[in-house]
């Protein structure tokens, strides 16, 4: 039943307001991403292993102001042993490059992990999105998941992503000079 929610609830978000992609022109996106736990081996032997596949995890995202995006996802494990399911929101900062075809960005934010138990991390990390197409671009970041040292059912770990990226509105891949005025 959670799941028919948060999906019915994604595709209201997406298609309820007005579309467009990542940058003050276009202003959202929405990805589809692999992604892995990796735990510390010592970690990993209390939890039943070190290493858990993630798939699927869908973002959606949305350009807020000042080279400042948010981002909503959620992703779980359908083909791994291990139970662990997150809710992610993090604030991805841009350093400017938001309409440019190659955007690094640096990210803080936290999640609700369910595992054994539902805990709560801090997350920092760093990615960048290539954009390939005028409407698609590959998203690759990294995150380390900090889980306070008392919540035994969760440690601290890293999250490493890959996907596509699917902008609502097409993106201008070749600026003229005229356009870099923001």
Do not use: C
């Not at 959670?2 to 929405?30: C, G």
């Not at 973002?59 to 400042?68: A, D, G, K, P, V």
């Not at 889980?147 to 699917?166: E, K």
């Amino acid at each position: 039943m959670k799941v028919k929610f948060l999906v019915f609830s994604l595709f209201f978000v997406i298609f309820s307001n007005s579309m467009s992609a990542q940058n003050p022109d276009s202003k959202w996106t929405l990805g589809a991403h692999i992604g892995s736990v990796i735990y510390s081996d010592l970690d990993g032997k209390n939890l039943g292993g070190a290493y858990i596949d993630q798939i699927p995890r869908f973002t959606l995202s949305r350009y807020m102001f000042s080279n400042i995006t948010f981002e909503g996802a959620i992703g779980t494990t359908l083909l791994d042993n291990q139970k662990y399911t997150t809710f992610d929101g993090i604030a991805k900062y841009d350093f400017g490059k938001s309409f440019d075809n190659v955007v690094p960005y640096i990210l803080i934010g936290g999640s609700f992990i369910k595992g054994t138990k539902l805990t709560t991390t801090l997350n920092l990390g760093a990615g960048n999105t290539f954009w390939i197409f005028p409407n698609y671009g590959l998203n690759i970041q990294v995150m380390y998941k900090y889980s306070d040292p008392r919540y035994t059912s969760q440690f601290s770990h890293l999250y490493p992503t890959i996907g596509i990226v699917y902008s609502f509105k097409s993106r201008n891949m070749n600026r003229r000079l005229w356009h870099m005025n923001h």
